[in-house]
Nanobody, 122 residues
C-alpha cells in the first residue's frame, strides 16, 4: 500500500518561504516512470498544479509559479519537498502531494496524501 503524508507549518507569514515535505511509504520515489506532484486547492477554487519531480530527479513547474517554486528530494528518506518563496495570502490553500504515472497529465494520480492546510497571514 502506497501512502503519502504531507508535513510542514500550517501558518506562514507574508513574504516568507513555505516549506512542505511529503513522506512516501510503500514505494520508492526513484521507481521508474513515476512523477511526484504537488497540487494545491485555494478556498472556493479549483485545483492548481504546482509542479513535480520525476523518478530521475528532473523537475517541471507551473509557469505561473515557476519563479517562486523549488521541488527537491531526499532519496535516503524517501521524501520530496516543496518550497514556495515570497508567499502572499493568495497562496493560502490545502496542499497535496501525489503520485502520478504520466508526465503530461498533471492532475492525474493514483495515490495522494490527505492534504495539509497552509494559511498565509501576519
Amino acid at each position: 500500500q502506497v501512502q503519502l503524508q504531507e508535513s510542514g507549518p500550517g501558518l506562514v507569514k507574508p513574504s516568507q518561504t513555505l516549506s512542505l515535505t511529503c513522506t512516501v511509504s510503500g514505494a520508492s520515489i526513484t521507481n521508474n516512470s513515476y512523477y511526484w506532484r504537488w497540487i494545491r486547492q485555494p478556498p472556493g477554487k479549483g485545483q492548481q498544479w504546482i509542479g513535480h519531480i520525476s523518478y530521475s530527479g528532473s523537475t517541471r513547474y507551473s509557469l505561473s509559479l515557476k519563479s517562486r517554486t523549488t521541488i527537491s528530494r531526499d532519496t535516503s528518506k524517501n521524501q520530496f519537498t516543496l518550497q514556495l518563496s515570497s508567499v502572499t495570502p493568495e497562496d493560502t490553500a490545502v496542499y497535496y502531494c501525489a503520485r502520478g504515472r504520466n508526465e503530461w497529465s498533471i492532475y492525474e494520480y493514483d495515490y495522494r496524501g490527505q492534504g495539509t492546510q497552509v494559511t498565509v497571514s501576519s
